[in-house]
């Protein structure tokens, strides 16, 4: 199986490598549209800011790469946000293959922006995705934007009274917006749908 992972100005790829070591599979980091076209599964992992990322993702050619990519593709973190139409972060355009907005937490007392540390994720059954996972788990997240709940929500989290999509789906991209690679068990288990059953 070819595996890439999407080359660009977000952290977090090195986590992502080591989980897929886990699994048994090598990953190619890499910015060559030819490469990505080509692979069995992409993955667009991401820490960091929308405007730097997509600043990077426009000088390298790759925002009409990754719109009209047909293999299977995972978004992580940022991954799930940049997938969206715009960003409240910098007030960014993104790549506009989910048609919703990205909005920010809003901050009053008491509640911690951003949004750090293990909740939970109910799923929607049926999905390839969640094969094994029965209908929650708790899930690893560190954020300060979401996606709001939209006709592509396939997981659910509640922060603050505010309920946001933790996972989504459109075709044959899929996203999390929390870090599947962090998620102990459960997320590997995710990352393991996705290279073997999606």
Not at 9 to 36: F, H, M, P, W, Y
Not at 40 to 50: M, T
Not at 59 to 67: F, T
């Amino acid at each position: 199986m070819k595996v890439a992972i999407v080359k660009y100005s977000a952290g977090n790829i090195r986590s992502v490598i080591c989980a897929l070591q886990r699994l048994g599979v090598e990953a190619i980091v890499t910015d060559d549209a030819k490469v990505l076209q080509a692979a069995d599964k992409v993955i667009f992992p991401g820490e960091g800011e929308a405007r730097t990322a997509m600043t990077d993702l426009r000088e390298k050619g790759l925002v009409e790469v990754i719109r009209n990519l047909k293999n299977p593709f995972l978004g992580i973190c940022l991954g799930e946000q940049l997938l969206c139409t715009h960003s409240e972060e910098h007030d960014t355009d993104c790549l506009g293959i989910i048609d919703v907005p990205v909005m920010r937490f809003p901050e009053h007392e008491g509640v911690k922006i951003p949004h750090m540390g293990w909740n939970t994720v109910s799923f929607r059954r049926g999905e390839k995705l969640f094969e094994g996972l029965g209908d929650q788990a708790w899930c690893y997240f560190v954020h300060s934007y979401y996606v709001p709940v939209c006709p592509f929500s396939i997981g659910l989290t509640q922060y603050d009274g505010i309920t946001f999509t933790s996972v989504l789906r459109k075709d044959n991209f899929y996203a999390s917006q929390f870090h599947m690679e962090k998620s102990g068990d459960l997320g590997e288990l995710m990352l393991k749908n996705f290279l073997e059953r999606v």
